[in-house]
């Protein structure tokens, strides 16, 4: 018997040859083919300060909404306080002494004459609520939902507590309640914090494409950011006044701040990335939701916020937002003014910034000839 007829050598016939072994690295420092190239250390160095840069903003959203919500509790907030006609001289004057001892000083009472005067400085935004001193133990509390259902609640429950140590009793009422369908007031947080999103995603997408636009394109990238903001105040408004009935309006001046949000966010989200690049979305994303959505004065007004994040709402996008949501929608535009001046500002800075890095880069980078 020949040795080709043996069995292992008829095995060997059917079996599958063997993968050859891997290449290794060529002496010249390139790599051979079948092999992958290791981790440069650059690279090893990106992944980290990456991670690290996640895990701190991570930390921060949770130290930011956290430290925000975990205790609210009311700081100065403002009411009027009315004594009823013939009451004794002094009489008001003593309520409002008694309201700003409190420890922590949760109130700021000052005197107001009538009931009157005390409902026009509620509409014109000067104060949160009005206690109209009663003559037979029952005293009344305005305040107005509006401005926010958790400042009119905690006006509530301080005042109760007041006139309960005083054996009087607290009636209450909203001169200015919020719609049916507005639940707690938090429609036009949510409408803002929307806008707000909206506008930085847009221009956070047309960042990573990779382009480094010079003059002529970042104004045609600011031109369909500004047409993307049309649309999207007008279709903010549509879902939450017109489909939802969330919001009582007016659409176009609902519509018309909506698209103002979101162009003042998206510019300036533009110029953050074209001044800082990858660094520049991160800080748009600490500024407008680590530290912007909290401060907003959403799920509560900025009167019951820790100090902090009561200074820095008003200056941030989603709470100049919701401010100005809550002006139109509730007190018929009075104290818009200040909303629309911090978001005419991130305009301002936005386009200018986008606009003139974009010319630095065009002088310092030779167009590319075909």
Same mark, same amino acid.
Request: charged share 10%.
């Given at each position: 018997m020949?040795?080709?007829d043996?069995?292992s ?6 079996e599958?040859?063997?993968?050859? @072994? ?11 083919p079948g092999?992958? +190239? ?11 300060v990456?991670?690290?840069g ?6 921060g959203f949770?130290t ?11 700081? $100065? &907030?403002?009411?009027a306080?009315?004594a009823?006609?013939g ?8 309520v &409002?002494?008694r309201?700003?001892?409190? $420890? ?11 009931? @009157?005067?005390?409902?026009a ?14 003559? $037979?133990g029952? /005293?009344?509390?305005l305040?107005a939902g ?5 400042v009119a609640g ?17 009636? &209450?009422?909203?001169v ?5 369908? /507005?639940?707690r007031?938090l429609?036009?947080?949510?409408l803002?914090v929307?806008w ?9 997408a047309l ?5 480094r636009p ?11 950011l500004?047409g993307?903001a ?26 018309s ?9 998206a +510019?300036f ?15 748009v ?5 680590v530290l912007g959505n909290?401060?907003a ?5 900025t ?13 941030l ?6 401010e ?7 007190? $018929? ?11 005419a500002g ?10 003139g ?10 167009p590319?000839?075909?």
């Amino acid at each position: 018997m020949s040795t080709a007829d043996t069995p292992s050598a008829e095995h060997g016939r059917h079996e599958r040859p063997e993968d050859p @072994a891997p290449q290794e690295t060529t002496t010249a420092g390139t790599t051979a083919p079948g092999t992958t +190239a290791p981790a440069s250390p650059g690279s090893n160095r990106r992944t980290a300060v990456l991670v690290l840069g996640v895990l701190l903003v991570q930390l921060g959203f949770v130290t930011s909404y956290v430290g925000a919500f975990h205790s609210p509790v009311p700081r $100065d &907030v403002t009411v009027a306080v009315v004594a009823p006609a013939g009451a004794p001289a002094g009489a008001a004057e003593q309520v &409002v002494g008694r309201l700003d001892g409190l $420890d922590g000083h949760p109130l700021d009472a000052r005197v107001v004459t009538d009931e @009157a005067g005390a409902r026009a400085q509620i509409t014109g935004r000067d104060i949160y609520g009005a206690l109209l001193l009663g003559t $037979d133990g029952q /005293d009344t509390l305005l305040v107005a939902g509006g401005a926010g259902a958790s400042v009119a609640g905690a006006l509530q429950a301080e005042l109760t507590a007041v006139d309960a140590a005083q054996q009087r009793t607290l009636a &209450v009422q909203d001169v200015l309640p919020v719609t049916a369908q /507005d639940n707690r007031g938090l429609s036009g947080f949510y409408l803002a914090v929307g806008w707000v999103v909206g506008g930085y995603l847009l221009a956070t997408a047309l960042a990573l494409t990779g382009v480094r636009p010079g003059l002529r394109a970042m104004g045609e990238r600011l031109g369909v950011l500004t047409g993307y903001a049309a649309a999207s105040g007008l279709g903010g408004a549509l879902v939450a006044e017109q489909v939802l009935g969330a919001l009582p309006g007016p659409f176009w001046a609902l519509a018309s701040l909506g698209a103002l949000v979101v162009l003042a966010t998206a +510019a300036f989200t533009t110029a953050a990335e074209a001044l800082l690049g990858f660094v520049g979305v991160g800080l748009v994303i600490v500024l407008f939701v680590v530290l912007g959505n909290p401060s907003a004065g959403g799920a509560y007004g900025t009167a019951l916020l820790p100090p902090f994040w009561a200074s820095i709402g008003p200056w941030l996008t989603p709470g100049a937002a919701t401010e100005g949501i809550r002006s139109l929608a509730y007190f $018929d535009g009075t104290g818009v003014g200040g909303p629309l001046a911090v978001l005419a500002g991130y305009l301002a800075v936005g386009v200018a910034l986008s606009l003139g890095i974009a010319v630095v880069r065009s002088r310092r980078e030779p167009p590319v000839t075909p």
